[in-house]
């Protein structure tokens, strides 16, 4: 199974900084990574999907990079609604998995 | 607009089955894929399983055999039978699905509540 680590668990920051998420896959899995963004009691909203393709509706001001092993979640100025827990999966092969999450807060 | 609805879960002993649902509108389950996702209380996402291409059908380790992915096509709904179900298997169970793609999602489900315990 290709395993994902992503990092921080955890961030504190303000209104309007810029947070970057990371994570790692054991192994190569090309452009295959979706990002999701979820909120308490919610389901998990896609923001992108094949590592850099932003879904439709989502603003601009989330990004993702990478291929390979190492893949990145850009938020460029961060708003009062960004404040959530993020999600990285692969899509490469079954069994699909997911990074362990990173929390967004307020600082 | 899109919406998927869960229903089925519920509190069940250990050993025990449920059969979950997922009801879709303006939105065809048996055209598209379809997968189940977990997350158990305060924990991260699980993927469990997923029914695509001529009903092809995958699942986690940790639930197969156990778990059985299937969709009706007159009724719009996608489901997931439960056996033998266990301490661990307790979450919050999504359906998820895509026009384009197996493995990423555009909708979800609300979610539906699976407690296990004696």
């Known amino acids: 199974d290709i395993q994902m680590t992503q990092s921080p668990s955890s961030v504190s920051a303000s209104v309007g900084d810029r947070v970057t998420i990371t994570c790692r896959a054991s192994q190569g899995i090309s452009s295959w990574v979706a990002w999701y963004q979820q909120k308490p009691g919610k389901a998990p909203k896609l923001l992108i999907y094949?590592?850099?393709s932003l879904q439709s509706g989502v603003p601009s001001r989330f990004s993702g990079s990478g291929s390979g092993t190492d893949f990145t979640l850009t938020i460029s100025s961060l708003q009062p609604e960004d404040f959530a827990t993020y999600f990285c999966q692969q899509c490469n092969s079954f069994p699909l998995t997911f990074g362990g999450g990173t929390k967004v807060e307020i600082k | 607009e899109v919406l998927l609805v869960e229903s089925g879960g519920g509190l069940i002993q250990p050993g025990g089955s449920l059969r979950l649902s997922c009801a879709a509108s303006?939105?065809?389950?048996?055209?598209?894929?379809m997968s189940w996702v977990r997350q158990a209380p305060g924990k991260g996402l699980e993927w469990v399983s997923a029914i695509y291409t001529g009903d092809r059908t995958d699942y986690a380790d940790s639930v197969k055999a156990r778990f059985t992915i299937s969709r009706d096509n007159s009724k719009n709904t996608l489901f997931l039978q439960m056996n033998n179900l266990r301490v661990d298997d307790a979450a919050m169970y999504f359906c998820?699905?895509?026009?384009?793609?197996?493995?990423?999602?555009?909708?979800w489900g609300q979610g539906t509540l699976v407690t296990v315990s004696s």
């Open positions: 998820a699905g895509d026009t384009t793609s197996v493995t990423a999602w555009r909708y």
């Open positions: 094949e590592a850099s």
């Open positions: 303006g939105f065809s389950v048996s055209d598209n894929y």
